[in-house]
């Protein structure tokens, strides 16, 4: 239990499972919702649950494909015991069974997402070892249908700011995707893997990441600026700007570097990412202080199709 325990990277797993509660959390905060922690709650909890369950089963498959002895990101390597693969299908079941309780819509996002966990690691399929198939499972799974996930059970209205910060997210995990394999060249190389550290070697690797989270990164702060974001978000910037000098510094190094480096990069992102979150709040705390539109609709910039929820008051 204790090896299947240190095989779901409970690091990660915590990181993972708040990406449905951050799309949850956007999907109340665009319509200007006031409601209290407590009301949505058991929601939050259920996502929360649900993803858990999906991360763990699909890092036991990972775990059976591999039969990883080297470094890895946010865990570490321990045998693989028999069974594992049995407990990810397991998981994932629980995984899926959990979110019908939230909404079908929900449903289906996470059995989709169980689906790609299974081509992922499955060996007579194995997208991960593919230079398309990783980044297409983690961009679609991770970076798009698990924010989309929780903001589905808020009831909400399709918006381009929506759609722009979902574009955000993918491009913001894909960075987090590369930057993890970074220093995993030579056991992926031994392995016949053909992902983008093993075919154009770490350097190429962590300049694709740097690229996709930059992207991010830069069009999060535009957004800001013009208004469509609070701009107390911007109160991140110079962690963001660490970010950039972290990798410059990553990119001198020989071999990729060492998950180390992968891990401080993670945690900056996760300081970056709550002051974000905290400035949010801040505004939040303005605008009702002094009775302002609130959340999604008190921003400088709101979307049209907000008019109805926000009572025509977009701009002000």
């Known amino acids: 239990m204790s090896r299947l325990l240190a095989l779901a990277r409970p690091k990660g797993m915590i990181l993972i499972s708040t990406l449905p509660l951050v799309g949850f959390g956007y999907g109340l905060w665009e319509q200007g919702s006031t409601v209290h922690p407590f009301v949505v709650l058991p929601t939050?909890?259920?996502?929360?649950g649900s993803w858990a369950l999906g991360h763990a089963g699909a890092m036991w498959l990972n775990a059976e494909l591999d039969q990883d002895q080297g470094e890895v990101l946010l865990?570490?390597?321990v045998t693989v015991p028999r069974g594992t693969g049995i407990a990810g299908y397991l998981a994932l079941i629980a995984s899926v069974s959990v979110s019908v309780g939230i909404g079908w819509p929900i449903a289906i996002c996470a059995g989709i997402c169980a689906v790609l966990a299974i081509l992922y690691s499955h060996p007579r399929v194995a997208l991960k070892p593919t230079a398309v198939g990783g980044p297409?499972?983690?961009?679609?799974?991770?970076?798009?249908?698990?924010?989309?996930?929780?903001?589905?059970?808020?009831?909400?209205?399709?918006t381009w700011r929506a759609v722009v910060t979902v574009v955000l997210a993918v491009f913001f995990i894909l960075g987090v995707y590369f930057a993890a394999q970074a220093f995993q060249a030579d056991e992926d190389r031994a392995r016949g893997y053909r992902t983008l550290v093993a075919t154009h070697g770490p350097r190429a690797t962590l300049q694709v990441a740097r690229f996709c989270l930059s992207f991010a990164v830069v069009g999060a702060h535009v957004l800001a600026?013009?208004?469509?974001?609070?701009?107390?978000?911007?109160?991140?910037?110079?962690?963001?700007?660490?970010?950039?000098?972290?990798?410059?510094?990553?990119?001198?190094?020989?071999?990729?570097?060492t998950g180390a480096d992968a891990s401080k990069l993670v945690g900056i992102l996760c300081l970056a990412v709550f002051l974000m979150l905290l400035g949010a709040y801040a505004h939040q705390a303005y605008v009702l202080h002094y009775g302002l539109p609130a959340a999604g609709c008190g921003t400088a910039l709101v979307p049209e199709a907000l008019a109805p929820i926000c009572g025509g008051q977009i701009g002000q």
Do not use: E, Q
């Open 136 to 158: 297409l499972v983690n961009g679609v799974g991770y970076g798009s249908l698990s924010p989309i996930a929780g903001w589905l059970a808020t009831d909400p209205v399709l």
């Open 75 to 77: 865990g570490r390597p």
């Open 44 to 48: 939050m909890l259920a996502l929360f």
């Open 225 to 257: 600026i013009a208004g469509a974001y609070p701009r107390a978000a911007l109160v991140g910037i110079p962690v963001w700007i660490w970010m950039d000098r972290h990798f410059a510094a990553w990119l001198r190094k020989k071999d990729g570097g």
